[in-house]
């Protein structure tokens, strides 16, 4: 085979006549011929033209009848059908018992061997086929589909399920798949197995088991895709109880299930699924395993629950009774939308990172971290508890959280929140615990303090504005206890600017403007002068220079005006 060649499989999945009245009743002249071109290995896309030509030996013979031309047939995700025989080109008698050959050409090139036609309306037939592209016959290789059908022959259930796969392969149903009480739909017991749902339904009913279930420990190299998945009376797709390993999930919709929509073991990946109304979690992904562009809502469970070392990204989670999104440690949640569950929207254990995701309407906390995590680039909108709340060490950037319950974003102990807005929340906009920082960040319009800190914090470079709003008393900033450090913030329109309420602060560099009082500062606290300018009696300036009316030049002076 020269460099150049390229191998295409094309595969007819039935060969159905137009018209079988009754056993004795003669067949009609037209059947269609459904296939499966591959290419490499991957579904073929594009137009060929195909040529099909009966004849009445495997090799030689005589052809009957004339040609059947069909140019341009469309292929796509590797499917294709062509109506052969519409108007009878392969004459009266083609069809009289006798057995008959089908020699298929490909873009002009007749492919071999030919295959033998039946009247069965699922037989299959192998061919090989390329896109050619100039290339001789012989550069191309037969192929036949290696899969094995899920059926009472070749994959006989036992005591516990409909159907068991026992030795590794590539298998695919062929149609519907209805389950009764106390069975499995499919068994897995092997390794390196493949399971195509071909896009057809696995139903469960009440009392019946897992749809599809890893039964034996240690399995690994298991995939499971392409279907529908419903009503099992547990798992829609069970590849955790004893914990699969190294497995994939994909384009599955699992829903009504009596236990989790779809749960993997270790190291497995699920992508593109959906997991709706199932009673446990919508889908559960145990230690090290990736989740990507899934959704899920109404179930009675978790949304998407992960294990350690997790990642899940580009997900919804819409509704759930439990938490929208659970990684655990170590994981990151990254470009997720967690909206109206009744738990938490995103929650996280230790040393997670939760990236450009949002957290809307949540019946609790929007986003929840625990120690040592980073948040960023993320928004909490109309939680009924926290914003975003997070842990000791952790750290928030770039985040948003407006109009939730709470407080806006809540930190624990030695935290940073940089470049954050909060607003309009019913609680403080920023709440920093011991030791934190909160600097470059904007908090106004919330009902109690803009900024609310306890101990060696620093808290620097912030603009806080009308907070104590909608009836709260509230202070653009506020320091409840000592070693703290308020620096260069500037806070207006609130019931106090800067709270000082224990000694051993230091107060450097602020402005406030228009509160009812700007500053209180409990005595025994460290500040740079407090310079009045709320009447300057400056003169207007019209020119290139004129004298300095802060009415001071000490550097760390504090100002009213």
């Given amino acids: 085979m020269t460099s150049k060649s390229r191998t295409m499989c094309a595969v007819a999945a039935a060969l159905v006549f137009a018209s079988v009245a009754a056993a004795q009743a003669p067949l009609g002249t037209a059947f269609t011929y459904q296939g499966r071109l591959t290419d490499g290995g991957k579904p073929a896309n594009g137009n060929f033209d195909l040529e099909f030509r009966l004849f009445d030996a495997a090799v ?22 062509a109506q052969l025989n519409a108007n009878g080109e392969f004459g009266p008698t083609a069809f009289d018992g006798q057995a008959r050959w089908l020699e298929i050409s490909v873009n002009g090139t007749p492919l071999s061997p030919r295959q033998e036609l ?35 022959t070749n994959t006989p259930g036992d005591a516990d399920s409909l159907f068991k796969i026992r030795e590794p392969g ?14 499995h739909g499919i068994e897995i017991a092997a390794n390196g197995v493949t399971l195509d749902l071909n896009g057809f339904d696995l139903r469960g009913v009440a009392g019946s088991l897992d749809g599809v279930s890893v039964t034996v420990a240690g399995l690994r190299n298991i995939a499971v895709v392409n279907g529908s998945i419903r009503s099992w009376g547990d798992e829609g797709v069970d590849l955790v109880t004893v914990t699969a390993t190294n497995c994939r999930v994909a384009e599955l919709l699992a829903s009504g299930n ?16 959906s997991a709706y109304q199932n009673t446990s979690n919508g889908i559960f992904a145990n230690i090290g395993c990736t989740v990507s562009n899934c959704s899920a809502y109404q179930n009675t469970g978790n949304g998407i629950a992960t294990s350690f070392g997790s990642t899940v990204s580009n997900c919804s989670a819409y509704n759930n009774t439990g938490t929208g999104i659970i990684s655990g440690t170590g994981g990151t949640v990254s470009n997720c939308s967690a909206y109206n569950n009744t738990g938490i929207g995103i929650n996280t254990g230790n040393g997670c990172t939760v990236s450009n995701c949002s957290a809307n309407e949540n019946s609790s906390n929007g986003i929840a971290t625990s120690i040592g995590c980073t948040v960023s680039n993320c ?36 935290s940073t929140v940089s470049n954050c807005t909060a607003s309009a929340n ?75 309420e ?60």
Avoid at 546 to 552: R, T
């Fill in 502 to 561: 224990f000694s051993g602060n230091i107060i450097i560099r602020n402005i406030c403007s228009g509160n009812d009082i700007d500053w209180i500062i409990a005595a025994n606290n460290v500040y740079g002068p407090i310079i009045d300018r709320r009447a300057p009696a400056s003169p207007a300036v019209a020119g290139f220079s004129a004298p300095g009316s802060l009415g001071s030049t000490d550097a760390n002076a504090n100002f009213s005006y």
């Fill in 426 to 500: 019913g609680g403080d906009g920023i709440s920093a615990s011991d030791g934190s920082t909160v600097a470059d960040c904007t908090a106004q319009f919330n009902n109690l303090d803009g900024i609310r800190c306890s101990v060696s914090c620093v808290i620097r470079s912030n603009t806080c504005s009308t907070n104590g709003f909608g009836g709260g008393v509230g202070a653009g900033i506020r320091a409840t206890s000592t070693d703290n450090r308020l620096e260069g913030n500037t806070c207006t329109g609130a019931d106090r600017g800067i709270e000082v």
């Fill in 258 to 273: 009596g236990g989790n929509g779809i749960s993997v073991g270790t190291g497995c990946t699920v992508s593109n699924c």
């Fill in 170 to 183: 590539s298998y695919y149903l062929t149609g519907n798949i209805t389950g009764v009480v106390g069975k």
């Fill in 60 to 81: 030689g013979g005589a052809q009957v009848g004339d040609p059947v031309l069909l140019p341009s047939v469309p292929v796509a995700a590797g499917l294709f059908t």
């Fill in 118 to 152: 039946t009247a069965a309306p699922n037989a299959l037939f192998a061919l090989n086929a390329d896109l050619l592209d100039g290339l001789d016959s012989t550069d191309f290789l037969q192929c036949v589909d290696p899969r094995i059908a899920i059926n009472a």
């Fill in 379 to 414: 928004s909490a909108f109309r939680n009924l508890a926290n914003g975003i709340a997070t842990n000791s060490g952790s750290t928030v950037s770039n985040c948003s959280a407006y109009q939730n319950t709470g407080t806006g974003i809540s930190t624990g102990l030695g």
